[in-house]
């Protein structure tokens, strides 16, 4: 009992000094998330396809009023052997908000599709955003602003105008595990108006990977003679979060 009576008063003592230790703080959250995803579908018999699309998008938020966002986009299909799709996209975009709702917007994007019948096209715009929705089961941004674009026809006629942009994301989310997701860009010039419509389904198979069944309606509204101005993209894919 000697013994014991120290080893009580010592435990009393360090009884408050303990109470007051400080709680670990919360680990704090990832600011570079992102998302990679691959598709891949081949047909074998009267008619030989071969189709494939790879999607990569990278998001910064230091948990300010900063976000910057980095996409890329490739696809391609080849039917018996003779390509007939061959597109690539690649975009950076930074946000900056000033308030829960609102936000102030650059963005830069560089496309190239060999049977649009522009070799190449690059934009630069500046403008406003509004979340006019943002629950957890819905979230709606609208964008409107100006800026500039470059274009390169397979003619050979280089195409420089001014731009009006405008945009839509929603994201209806469905369940813990899938999600609706609904794109529309309008770039509207003197010469050219260009739209791309983006619809995706998003359903979580196990862990960080999904299954994503998308639709990709791009249209140019001034292209040469002979050449489609309305090109479509269906795919599967397998999605990674990071």
Same mark, same amino acid.
């Given at each position: ?32 998330? #992102? ?23 990278? +998001? ?22 003779? +390509? ?50 943002? +629950? ?11 800026? +500039? ?39 509207? #010039? ?53």
């Amino acid at each position: 009992m000697r013994q014991l009576y120290p080893l009580a008063l010592l435990a009393v003592a360090a009884g408050p000094a303990l109470a007051q230790a400080p709680a670990p703080a919360p680990a704090a959250a990832d600011p570079l998330v #992102g998302t990679v995803s691959l598709g891949y579908l081949a047909t074998t018999g009267n008619t030989e396809s071969k189709n494939a699309n790879a999607s990569f998008k990278v +998001t910064w938020d230091l948990d300010g009023p900063w976000k910057h966002d980095w996409t890329a986009l490739a696809i391609n299909a080849r039917t018996d052997g003779i +390509t007939t799709a061959e597109s690539y996209a690649a975009g950076y975009k930074a946000q900056r908000d000033f308030s829960e709702t609102s936000y102030l917007f650059f963005s830069a994007d560089w496309r190239q599709d060999r049977f649009s019948g522009y070799d190449r096209q690059v934009s630069e715009a500046i403008g406003y955003g509004r979340r006019l929705l943002d +629950t957890p089961r819905n979230r709606l941004a609208l964008e409107g602003g100006a800026g +500039t674009k470059q274009s390169d026809l397979v003619t050979g006629e280089e195409l420089d105008e001014a731009i009006v942009r405008g945009a839509l994301d929603y994201v209806l989310t469905i369940s813990e595990t899938s999600e609706f997701n609904q794109k529309l860009l309008i770039e509207q #010039g003197d010469e050219n108006r260009y739209t791309e419509s983006t619809t995706s389904l998003k359903a979580r198979v196990v862990g960080n990977i999904a299954v994503v069944l998308s639709v990709v309606i791009k249209k140019n509204s001034d292209v040469p003679v002979g050449i489609e101005n309305t090109d479509r993209f269906s795919s599967v894919s397998l999605e990674y979060a990071f």
